[in-house]
């Protein structure tokens, strides 16, 4: 149950507020905004929810990526090592830091596998993005471990997997930084938006910045007298969309038992099928039920299944053939076609390999 199937008066009570005041931006305005600040509520319960010290809203998902990125020091021809099962703002966001996307393999998880990983790391290795897809939880404590080993940092890419856990402790919380996607689609929604959540300040503090033209936020000066640093660019999340955060994450509980009670009827009756594995956890690996994943035998045995259901009108996704979530199936990054001129980034001397 996506949260957008809920919104209701708790969402229109605190874009109300905002309406009522007037003031739709995030920083300044204290005489006007009477005390209300909706982004800055929204950072503080969702660092309270994912049990982290720090949470900074930006505009998508895909920006906290990037966001994440540089504020982890990624640098031009530095590699960052990613899956190949993700959607493609993962590889997205390392392409725009000027860095190079390295593929894993997954496992039974549909997540990284820590074994190809520990293949994948090479001197120019910065940072490790396992990708918790479809509501389950990657083997975040062995890649962490293997990252640590290494002097790499960890990202959790938790786009879609909000609410699940490794050992009581949730996705996001565990590397040196994890982001989030507020988009339609997800667990909790703000129509656009994104978060990334630490607990390491400096990195807190340089996301911050970078996501708001480097602004340092001095509370003792004026907006337009705070000092910058370095330059950044516009990941702002408004007032609005804050508002909706606070209102859906305040549905969280809800959402997340509505999605197991429904997992859990749908998993019984696939458990009838001859042929079908569920999709592995870690161990003590929580999901947060977005979907139901599962294997069949081999791909004919997969492409009649599909037919089946979705000729009964039952959705169904066959994830080989998916065109958003699998590097095979992503053309125009395979044949490095961007909208710069001269086909920037990949035209650079520190050319960027896939
Ligand atoms: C794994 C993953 N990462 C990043 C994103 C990007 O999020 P957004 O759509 O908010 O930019 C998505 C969106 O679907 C995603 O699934």
């Not at 493609?88 to 997540?111: Q, S």
Request: glycine share 10%.
């Amino acid at each position: 149950m996506p949260g957008f199937e809920l919104i209701g008066d708790a969402e229109r009570e605190h874009v109300n507020d905002v309406l009522d005041n007037g003031i739709f931006f995030r920083y300044e305005f204290e005489k006007e905004r009477k005390g209300i600040y909706k982004v800055r509520d929204f950072e503080a319960e969702f660092a309270k929810f994912i049990g982290t010290r720090y949470a900074q809203a930006v505009t998508s998902g895909s920006s906290a990526l990037k966001v994440a990125l540089v504020s982890l020091g990624v640098r031009p021809g530095d590699e960052v090592i990613t899956q190949a099962f993700t959607f493609i703002a993962t590889f997205e966001a390392i392409i725009e830091c000027g860095a190079v996307p390295v593929p894993t393999e997954i496992d039974e998880t549909l997540n990284m596998d820590p074994a190809d990983l520990l293949k994948k790391i090479t001197p120019k290795t910065k940072v490790v993005i396992p990708v918790h897809m479809l509501g389950g939880p990657a083997r975040i404590l062995q890649i962490r471990e293997i990252a640590n080993r290494n002097g790499l940092k960890v990202l959790e890419d938790t786009a879609q997997a909000l609410g699940a856990a490794v050992e009581s402790k949730l996705t996001g919380s565990m590397g040196n930084c994890g982001t989030f996607s507020f988009d339609f689609y997800k667990t909790i929604t703000t129509g656009e938006g994104g978060m990334i959540t630490t607990d390491d300040p400096e990195l807190y503090k340089t996301a911050s910045e970078y996501a708001d033209h480097g602004h340092d936020h001095n509370p003792n000066v004026g907006r337009a007298l705070e000092g910058r640093r370095f330059l950044g660019f516009n990941y702002r999340m408004n007032e609005f969309q804050g508002a909706i955060g606070l209102a859906q994450l305040g549905r969280i509980g809800r959402i997340l038992e509505v999605q197991k009670t429904n997992h859990s009827i749908i998993a019984e009756a696939l458990s009838a099928v001859d042929g079908i594995t569920m999709r592995s956890l870690p161990e003590n690996g929580r999901d947060s039920y977005t979907h139901v994943c599962f294997f069949l035998p081999d791909g004919k045995a997969t492409t009649e299944f599909h037919k089946k259901v979705t000729e009964k009108g039952i959705s169904a996704i066959s994830f080989k053939n998916n065109l958003w979530h699998f590097l095979g199936n992503w053309e125009h990054l395979i044949n490095k076609k961007t909208a710069w001129s001269g086909g920037f980034p990949f035209s650079e001397p520190w050319r960027l390999s896939i």
